[in-house]
């Protein structure tokens, strides 16, 4: 399978720029920039709420141009919860979604997880993981203690 033309690096040096980088994109409908954040490797992947499983930047990258058809995706992280080491991250996040219904605009929340590799090229994201979500904020359950003995 052939790469697509490398993006050039527009976007900041760590995995948390990444993410801001990629949720901006989301928001202004920006293609170019949403594609310029995911890493140049055969094998990225991202799976939206309820859909398929699209391998490569190219399958990314049309689902992404049919999405924006509609307009930008007003989303904003929330509540990150972060795994990093020097070559990898992973980040589980709420994402608040604005979406326009016949009644006005309603919240709704999804949850993803982002996973960012250090490339060449700086970090990059490889894979997107859009779970359902509901119209109420998702509760974080956790057997971590809260207060520290």
């Not at 490569?56 to 990150?80: H, K, L, Q, T, Y």
């Not at 991250?89 to 982002?114: F, K, M």
């Not at 119209?135 to 974080?140: H, I």
Request: proline share 5%; hydrophobic share 45%.
């Amino acid at each position: 399978m052939s790469k697509l033309p490398a993006q050039a690096a527009t976007v900041g040096g760590s995995a948390a720029d990444i993410e801001a980088a990629f949720y901006e994109a989301l928001q202004s409908a920006d293609l170019d920039k949403l594609m310029a954040c995911w890493a140049d490797e055969d094998e990225i992947v991202c799976v939206h709420p309820g859909g398929p499983r699209l391998i490569g930047a190219g399958a990314i990258r049309a689902a992404f141009d049919a999405m924006f058809v509609n307009g930008s995706i007003r989303a904003w992280p929330e509540a990150v919860r972060k795994i990093e080491s020097l070559v990898s991250a992973v980040h589980s996040v709420r994402e608040r979604i604005e979406v326009l219904t016949q009644e006005g605009p309603r919240t709704a929340y999804v949850i993803a997880t982002n996973v960012y590799h250090n490339t060449a090229q700086g970090w990059r994201m490889v894979a997107h993981h859009a779970s359902p979500g509901s119209l109420q904020e998702a509760q974080d359950i956790s057997d971590t203690p809260h207060v520290l003995h």
